[in-house]
């Protein structure tokens, strides 16, 4: 059985370091950054709210061959006050966001929706997840989410 979810996940607090902003403000960044920045993936990260978060993101996502190591540091920018990561692209590189997502979720992050401007129109799109899981009954489900 595959179930898939998409939507949108809100987070008022965060446990530690600057609070987590409402989807609104950070929509707000998110397309300032979008018009002002060129050839970059931008996203929102749940729980980045220390400017340490970046270091285990960064350290995974440097190593991708379409992310550009030498803007930003390493490739990677983070603002911690809205929560959204900044990743730089080699010229004409196309982000994979599949494989984006799975290194933000092995640094220990969720990556929740990511963002852009098509057309000068601001867009969102939810990161799939994917869980799987057995079953004393010899079964196996697979839930996308």
Known sequence: MTLVFGGHIGFVNAADGVPEVSRDVRAKAALVKLKTEKQVALLYVKGMTWPSCAIGIRVKLSKLDFVDGNRFKRGVDMDVNNQLLTVALKQGAQPNWQLIGQQIDD??????????????????????????????????FRCVF
């Open 107 to 140: 640094a220990g992050y969720l990556a929740v929706e990511w963002f852009s401007l098509e057309k000068d129109e601001f867009k969102t799109y939810p990161f799939l997840k994917v869980l799987e899981w057995g079953t004393s009954f010899s079964c196996r």
